[in-house]
């Protein structure tokens, strides 16, 4: 079983001859930079605000209105962070590293109420505006998990982003939408099981090369070139 996630198919999508290095054979170190572990410092932070009542970092003090804002939202409900959800490939829930895992997905934030749920995805960085299917993989897996959901409200959260008007990307999604996003992954996870099926991970070159690839030249002639 060929287990996939939103980042596994932009890993293979971005360049499928550095996953398979780097995730397949773990053959090449890809060590986090910076901006990756600041990333995984504000999780960890916003993590233990939620989980344990814990005072944000300093950096990210400044968000506390918004984060107690979410807690008071969550009353009469259920708040959950850093959830870990996994599926088998019949959609039904499973463990996170089973046998039969399928797909996994990680909410940040989530309130759950009856029938509606609001997440929240912690970003860091400059503001994006490209499509949101991060944010309709969580979704239709918590439509799976959650058996008594029929909406929801999936959001990225732009903690770097100056202006409050422009700090929340909001999507909603029903149940009944589910079987359509579904059938929008299934090309993508389809061309990962035939890389992993036929041995076969093409080179990418892209101003990525050259100073983003830990891939080395000895692996890839594409290493350290296209500026």
Not at 36 to 59: D, F, I, Q, W, Y
Not at 66 to 95: C, F, H, W
Not at 111 to 121: N, T
Request: charged share 25%; net charge positive.
């Amino acid at each position: 079983m060929i287990a996939w996630s939103h980042s596994v198919l932009e890993s293979v999508e971005t360049c499928a001859w550095r996953h398979y290095q780097t995730k397949v054979l773990k053959s090449v170190i890809d060590t986090p930079g910076e901006a990756m572990m600041r990333g995984r410092a504000v999780h960890k932070s916003m993590e233990n605000r939620v989980k344990h009542g814990k005072p944000l970092t300093p950096e990210l003090i400044k968000h506390e209105p918004l984060v107690q804002r979410l807690i008071d939202i969550s009353k009469g409900g259920r708040l959950e962070a850093e959830t870990q959800m996994a599926l088998d490939q019949n959609y039904k829930p499973t463990s996170w590293f089973g046998k039969q895992t399928w797909v996994r997905s990680i909410t940040d934030l989530s309130i759950l109420k009856g029938a509606r749920a609001f997440v929240a995805d912690w970003k860091t960085g400059k503001r994006k505006t490209e499509a949101t299917t991060q944010l309709k993989l969580s979704s239709v897996v918590m439509f799976a998990t959650h058996p008594e959901l029929e909406e929801v409200r999936n959001s990225f959260v732009w903690l770097d982003e100056p202006d409050p008007t422009l700090r929340l990307t909001v999507e909603t999604y029903t149940r009944d939408q589910a079987p359509d996003i579904w059938r929008e992954f299934l090309p993508r996870v389809a061309r990962l099981e035939a890389a992993h099926a036929s041995g076969q991970w093409p080179k990418r070159p892209s101003g990525l090369c050259k100073n983003h690839c830990p891939v080395p030249r000895s692996v890839c002639e594409h290493s350290g070139k296209f500026a």
